[in-house]
């Protein structure tokens, strides 16, 4: 957490508190991937088209709208079974497993 904090992949849940065993969200994933992908120089575009196409796309908190694009963008989140993105619904084991297995094949090679 103090690297991550360090070089702004993590900002925590507030100025003195990180909450490293609540479950964490969808949208807060992606923004972490998306920092980090910007740290290792990677391009990040966020297209704002990226959201529109769900039902929920508006409901993404503004900190992690151009995150959510990226991650969107790059394939890493697509949208659950009913089409929504369930920005702010705690991400599963296995969808934190799948979203970081499509940023190492997709994003890391």
């Known amino acids: ?3 991550a904090a360090a070089n702004d992949i993590v900002n925590g849940t507030s100025a ?10 969808r949208e807060q994933m992606a923004t972490m ?5 910007q740290y290792k120089g990677m391009d990040a575009v ?3 088209e990226n959201l529109t196409g769900y039902p929920d796309g ?3 908190s503004d900190y992690a709208i151009p995150a959510m694009n990226w991650a969107v963008g790059q394939g890493l989140i697509a949208g659950m079974e009913n089409g929504t ?8 084991r296995a969808q934190v497993a799948t979203i970081l297995m499509r940023f190492c094949e997709n994003i890391m090679q």
């Open 85 to 92: 993105l369930v920005p702010q619904g705690s991400a599963t």
């Open 33 to 37: 991937l998306y920092r980090f992908a």
């Open 1 to 3: 957490v103090a690297w």
């Open 16 to 25: 003195t508190t990180f909450a490293p065993n609540s479950p964490i969200t």
């Open 46 to 48: 966020t297209l704002q």
């Open 58 to 60: 508006d409901q993404v």
